[in-house]
C-alpha cells in the first residue's frame, strides 16, 4: 500500500527553467511534508517542508505547494541549476504528537538539469 | 560537529550470515531513526529508538531483525541469518527532537 506516491521517475529540465516535481498521498491523516533531495551514495538531505495549515511555502529558488483537497504537494525549483540533479524524495507525516516524527517517504523522482 | 556517522559504508555477507550496522547520531541528539531503501523504491521507516528505549518498531520485519540505542555508544541495527532480499541501502537518522532529522549516508548491505 504506497501512501505517498511520486508516479515521474525521471524528469529532464534544461538550465534556467522551472522544474516540478509532483507527489500524491492518500493518507488524510498526514499533515506535514517535506522534500528531500538525494545524491548517489549520500544520504537524503532536507529541503523544504509545508505544514497543512499552509499552502504554500518558499525558501529561495525552492517553494512546496499542497493542495489538501487533492491530496496532492509539488516542489517548484526556480531557476534551475545543473547542481540540482539528483533524486528527490516527498515524505509525509502524520501528526508529530503521535507519529514520533516517522516518515513515509514517495518512490523518488531522479532530477536531471542540462546545462 | 560531525554529522550522523554510519559504519561500514558497504557490507558484503553471506546468506546465514549475521549483519551488525552501526549509527552514532549527532552529538545532542537523542531520537535515533532506521529506515531501509529496496533497489527502485523510497526509504520505508523500520524502527525509531531513544537512549535505551524503543519507542516505534512498527516497519521491522518480525524476525530475524533487532535494533537497540544503549545508553553509551552507536545505534545497532542487527540482522541474523540474512538472505539475498535483505540487501538494500540502510540509512539512519538523527535528531534532537521530533522531526529535523540529519541521515547518514547509509549502510549499503549486499547478501551473497
Known amino acids: 500500500d504506497q501512501q505517498v506516491k511520486q508516479n515521474s521517475p525521471s524528469l529532464s529540465v534544461q538550465e534556467g527553467r522551472i522544474s516540478i516535481l509532483n507527489c500524491d498521498y492518500t493518507?488524510?491523516?498526514?499533515?506535514?511534508f517535506l522534500w528531500y533531495k538525494k545524491y548517489p551514495a549520500e544520504g537524503p538531505t532536507f529541503l523544504i517542508s509545508?505544514?497543512?495549515?499552509?499552502d504554500k511555502n518558499e525558501d529561495g529558488r525552492f517553494t512546496v505547494f499542497l493542495n489538501k483537497s487533492a491530496k496532492h504537494l509539488s516542489l517548484h525549483i526556480v531557476p534551475s541549476q545543473p547542481g540540482d540533479s539528483a533524486v528527490y524524495f516527498c515524505a509525509a507525516s502524520e501528526d508529530g504528537g503521535t507519529s514520533y516524527g516517522k516518515l513515509t517517504f514517495g518512490q523518488g523522482t531522479i532530477l536531471t538539469v542540462h546545462p | 560537529n560531525a554529522g550522523v556517522m554510519q559504519n561500514p559504508r558497504h557490507l558484503v555477507r553471506r546468506r546465514g550470515q549475521e549483519a551488525r550496522l552501526r549509527c552514532s547520531p549527532m552529538?545532542?541528539?537523542?531520537?535515533v531513526y532506521w529506515y531501509r531503501q529496496l533497489p527502485e523504491e523510497g526509504l520505508k521507516f523500520m524502527v525509531y529508538l531513544q537512549k535505551e528505549n524503543i519507542i516505534d518498531e512498527s516497519g521491522m520485519p518480525k524476525e530475524r531483525f533487532s535494533a537497540e540505542f544503549p545508553k553509551e555508544g552507536p545505534s545497532i541495527l542487527r540482522i541474523q541469518q540474512v538472505v539475498r532480499g535483505d540487501s538494500a541501502a540502510y540509512f539512519c537518522a538523527s535528531s534532537p527532537r521530533l522531526y529535523g532529522y540529519t541521515f547518514g549516508s547509509g549502510t549499503r548491505l549486499t547478501v551473497v
Open positions: 493518507n488524510s491523516m498526514f499533515d506535514y
Open positions: 509545508i505544514s497543512s495549515i499552509k
Open positions: 552529538k545532542g541528539h537523542s531520537h
